[in-house]
């Protein structure tokens, strides 16, 4: 289909730069409504003290933490993941977080 189409370099040239700019700007979007998510939850949850809140955020970024995951892995859990005690979650790039946004 495409190769009936008889575009020149410089249209797909800007067709290129009019696409990655439209993406770029979606990107921005869910990353800046994810943070003002994130900024909320730290806000009720927390407050303004600023130990709990360090030690969420060095959880909350763990491969297998709530930023990442609708149901992570337990705070508690400090082994591996070869290891056979690893609670294996499911569900990746599915937090509330991110589903506030994508909608």
């Known amino acids: 289909m495409l190769s ?6 410089y249209d797909l040239a800007y067709l290129t730069a009019q696409a990655y700019d439209r993406l770029t700007e979606k990107r921005s979007k869910i990353a800046n ?3 003002k998510a994130v900024d909320e939850y730290i806000r009720t949850a927390f407050g303004t003290d600023p130990t709990p809140i360090a030690k969420w955020c060095r959880y909350a970024k763990r491969p297998n933490g ?4 609708e149901d ?3 705070e508690e859990c400090k082994v591996e993941r070869e290891h056979a005690d690893y609670i294996v979650r ?4 599915a937090c509330s977080f991110l589903f506030r946004n994508v909608s």
């Open 4 to 9: 009936s189409i008889s575009l020149s370099i």
């Open 90 to 93: 499911r569900y990746c790039l």
């Open 33 to 35: 409504e994810a943070k």
């Open 66 to 69: 709530p930023l990442f995951w």
């Open 72 to 74: 992570p892995t337990l």
